[in-house]
């Protein structure tokens, strides 16, 4: 988020993981790093599959985004004619969001991704999200702007949450801006920008990872819980340092796309702000983020695998599944898998596999601003809607200040037409 946004680099067209590869030569030998344009490109939704919500029965066959033909017989599901796994007594075949689900005679569901079934829910049960913190906007404790001017800012555009990345050397920046923004009613979501590295040099275990993040994300609580801080950002975009992925212009469907030795670190590091923030605050929120369509590192995550398929490790259980889509990534409802094949929605997916709040903590077009008022009212209107159905709680636009890609200036003063786009949605389509 700070230095090298991922904002940033969809503008200069460089689709490719955050800075950070420049540490590859000095500390994780085997990755790819992340510099250089990315041959990833988004897909939509393929004009020859099944309709949304295609299922076997009352169908004899559904067809995927890739053109493949799944049928199930005796209860055993096949794709192509081959069977799909180990499957049995399947009384359900779903095509929804993209993906193929389905339900056994016990009435669990599943859903195929990357090779495997994964235990999840009907993804077509809706999942309302709490009101209240829908209008977001991204800033830095170092804008320039006092901290009575962010809050008058935010205040009139109708926003009610503000992402701010936040550390121990940050913090004397960061809670006179809490404090403000407390008075005036908005939340600060704070993002504990600790990652498996520092000062360029990876930690040597999961452990010390581990403690790093722990000690950051306490004082972190400590500081900013008297301010009615509840929810908070661990990590920032850490699946897309160049540490982290085998090849830069990986999509993320597929968790074998991540580095295996330097994946302990990375989970070392999220297990340890979480269970920091929670140490001071216990029922405090704590959100992971991810990036494109990382589900194959949420699902590895989440279900505590490695990336060399290696299973029984420490599962991560996040409280808010967050998430970073630009322009140049897709429309993250029909978002390319892969780089190169079928669609998926993203939100749906989470929403099956790990039943918790979505947020869109970063989000920005490539557009200059005489065009970019439209693009943004496109978006919350999709995101809007939403709300009721794959718990859409919160959207955050990358960034309130910036003159290129900003709603304000360096200076605050308004840039338009995107600021009153927000403005004026925020106006006419009340939270509650």
Request: proline residues 6%; aromatic residues 10%.
């Amino acid at each position: 988020m700070k230095n090298v946004p991922m904002a940033r680099r969809q503008f200069i067209g460089a689709l490719a993981a955050v800075s950070g590869g420049a540490l590859l030569s000095q500390t994780a030998a085997g990755g790819a790093s992340a510099t250089g344009t990315s041959g990833f490109r988004p897909f939509g939704d393929s004009p020859y599959a099944s309709p949304e919500g295609t299922t076997i029965p009352s169908a004899t066959s559904i067809v995927d985004n890739g053109g493949n033909t799944w049928t199930v017989s005796g209860g055993v599901i096949y794709r192509n004619g081959s069977t799909v796994g180990n499957t049995y007594n399947v009384s359900l075949l779903l095509w929804y969001g993209g993906m193929v689900y389905q339900r056994g005679t016990g009435g669990q569901f599943y859903v195929y991704n990357a090779g495997s079934w994964r235990i999840c829910t009907d993804p077509r049960i809706p999942l309302p999200a709490p009101p209240g913190t829908f209008y977001g906007m991204n800033g830095h404790p170092d804008s320039g702007l006092g901290a009575a001017t962010v809050a008058s800012l935010l205040h009139d555009l109708g926003c009610s949450i503000y992402r701010m990345n936040v550390v121990g050397g940050s913090l004397g920046e960061s809670e006179p801006i809490a404090q403000e923004l407390q008075s005036k009613g908005i939340k600060l979501f704070p993002v504990i920008d600790l990652s498996p590295d520092q000062g360029g040099v990876l930690f040597a275990n999961e452990s010390a990872a581990y403690h790093y993040g722990f000690d950051g994300a306490a004082q972190v609580a400590t500081a900013l819980r008297p301010y009615g801080v509840t929810m908070y950002e661990c990590g920032n975009e850490l699946t897309r340092r160049g540490y982290m992925l085998v090849a830069a212009n990986d999509a993320g469907t597929k968790v074998s796309g991540w580095n295996n030795t330097n994946w302990p670190l990375m989970r070392g590091v999220m297990r340890g702000m979480m269970d920091g923030v929670k140490s001071v605050q216990p029922d405090a929120l704590c959100g992971i983020n991810f990036c494109r369509t990382d589900i194959g590192a949420a699902d590895a995550l989440w279900d505590g695998a490695q990336p060399d398929g290696s299973g029984g490790h420490q599962p991560l259980r996040w409280d808010l599944t967050t998430w970073h889509n630009y322009e140049g990534d897709g429309d993250i409802f029909h978002i390319g898998s892969d780089g190169a094949g079928p669609s998926l929605n993203v939100p749906v997916y989470a929403k099956a596999r790990y039943g918790k709040p979505f947020m869109m903590t970063e989000w920005n077009g490539n557009n200059p601003a005489s065009v970019r008022g439209p693009y943004m009212t496109q978006q919350l209107g999709e995101y809007f809607d939403r709300r009721s159905t794959e718990g859409f709680q919160s959207q955050m636009f990358y960034t309130l200040q910036d003159t290129d890609y900003g709603i304000a200036n360096l200076d605050g003063s308004h840039i338009d037409p995107p600021y009153s786009a927000y403005k004026d949605f925020a106006a006419t389509h009340p939270d509650v």
